[in-house]
């Protein structure tokens, strides 16, 4: 286990409790390396530098992907890490409502979707699902 | 004028000085209703709602459009206008190297080209580009 | 209720009877004002302007929806839209088969499925879908 | 020279003179086939189809490639054809805002971009440049 | 029948056993000129080309679907394909984790998903799906 | 200096002589760990897996870059790569013509433009561009 494994362990610890441990347990069957660079290389080294603040991280995150309208699990898994680094209910609604004017609003509300899973999955510490790059 | 475009210029003015006007003036000959939509809807209605911080809006549009990859002068602007409302040139770099990761490498070596532009603009007060909605 | 939001449920009914009001009911528990956004802007405003017929709307947007691949919910319920205003079945498809040579042959394929949804709807007066945007 | 082809070629000039032979030209020194291709499928299997008015047709294609955002090129060229079989200035406008809804701002601005280009062509009887697909 | 169709038919049975029969019928319905279009376009006139392998054709088409992450059913359907051809399972991951260099760590992760129902549809000679294009 | 970077260096000039070195200088201004991890991880840890043929790597990049049709400069880059372990220019028109069935066929005529750049810069032993990711 590298370094780079341990630290992006630990980060996507923060976000999503037990995150890092399902995530390895999802790609195991068929593409574990990939399970392993999600966590090394964009945990381990992307989300974990010093130089933005997690929370900033998880609003970047949940635009692209609310408006790219190509990563549904992984939307639904980022507003809970999201939510769990700080970002309120409200400010996910309106970072998604944001993304209606660059994104379209289909994707917009393809992401409330998205939302309302996320959020009911946070408050009910609905841990089950594989968190999401 | 309506109010939501008085409230969407000065919005916008926050970003990125004259920059209502200079949009008018660039959508003025074929499509003036455009540029006023951007105005009226997307800076009068919806960054200026009170739910999130300009940075944040900033933050989250930047990401979006560098990991779209499909809107290069808007994504100038907008990282203009992220370091118009203090978010730093390091943050940017930080956004724009984590969307490698959901936009993949090419969309973010590309946000890269779009950053360099953005800096030497914000720096030399280079504000003639029309501001990308 | 602004006037904009009026004008934007009463066009709205004219493609999808009681679509505005399923509309708002859909988004109302965690994004009632994208719901009323949608509703205001994109019908009250855009749709609602005089200088292009419905049905050349309805056939815009279905192709963009078919090309784009991104929004399949809606591009079942804007399909829908488009028989309500006179769009007949066999240019639907006509559509969808020209997008196979703009966004690819997965994407028509995968039209023609929302289309198939969208056809028995439309007959069966199943107006239960929320209508997207 | 297959009979599709030649439907093809006879299509294509009634949205743009001389556009099959431009197209046949520009594709010529690498990838002939593909020229070919698009003129025999596009326009000779596709466009050619009795189904739909060529007008619609540009609409939809203008419609698509306007939210697609990746086909600038293509996009202008697809605007003068649309021009060429009636369909208005204005209407190209409204069809470019309606985009906004579902590509994105940018997407819709940058299609601006493309208007005004082919616009300037169409006046100008500036065929020169290739007819994209 | 013309002859693009039976070349296309046969070409596809390489592929997937039975595949043509299965995408007519599933096309049949309501859009069967766009199941034609596919054997005689899609397979009979580009899939048939003797300039590349149909190894090398599949690797191309699982890896664009992948990076493109719109088109789930029919990446499923071509990694069966590139399996009956001669890619192996380990290779098809090796072409997805490569994608997440170019589509994203997401749209890499739902091509998982997409291998793993491939490599059972596979395995199990479960041929009922239609096969994409 | 970590050995992922020296295998990605060297990986990276088998595809592209002084590839390494030119993509460093060029992401050296403002974004330099973005260059570092292209190499790191990229090239050192995805392409240099041994699992898959670079030549088959080459043929997945330029599929995926050609159907996505967000990614010019890297596309360009990447054929250049393609053609530097063994990929024919007539394999690389295949495999663009194949992507109009995927990417659409603006994307696949975008992709001739990249592969004329391409094959120019191959030939004549221009190798001044950086090299895309």
């Known amino acids: ?20 441990a399902r995530l390895v ?25 010093p130089g933005l603040r997690l929370r900033d991280r998880q609003i970047a995150t949940v ?9 549904q699990p992984q939307l639904v898994a980022h507003i809970e890490g999201a939510l769990a680094v700080g970002v309120t209910k409200p400010e996910i609604i309106e970072i998604i409502i944001q993304m209606a004017l660059y994104g379209g609003f289909p994707a917009a509300m393809n992401a409330v979707d998205a939302a309302r899973q996320a959020f009911v999955a946070f408050d009910g510490q609905d841990d089950s699902a594989p968190l999401g790059s």
Do not use: C, K, N, W
């Not at 341990?6 to 610890?13: A, M, Y």
């Not at 635009?63 to 990563?71: C, V, Y």
């Open 25 to 49: 347990e999802a790609m195991s069957d068929i593409a574990p390396d990939l399970g392993r660079f999600i966590i090394e290389f964009g945990f381990g080294e992307v989300y974990s530098r």
């Open 1 to 20: 286990m590298s370094e780079r494994f341990v630290r992006g362990s630990e980060l996507l610890d923060q976000i999503h409790t037990g995150g890092g």
């Open 63 to 71: 635009a692209a992907l609310a408006a790219m309208g190509t990563a």
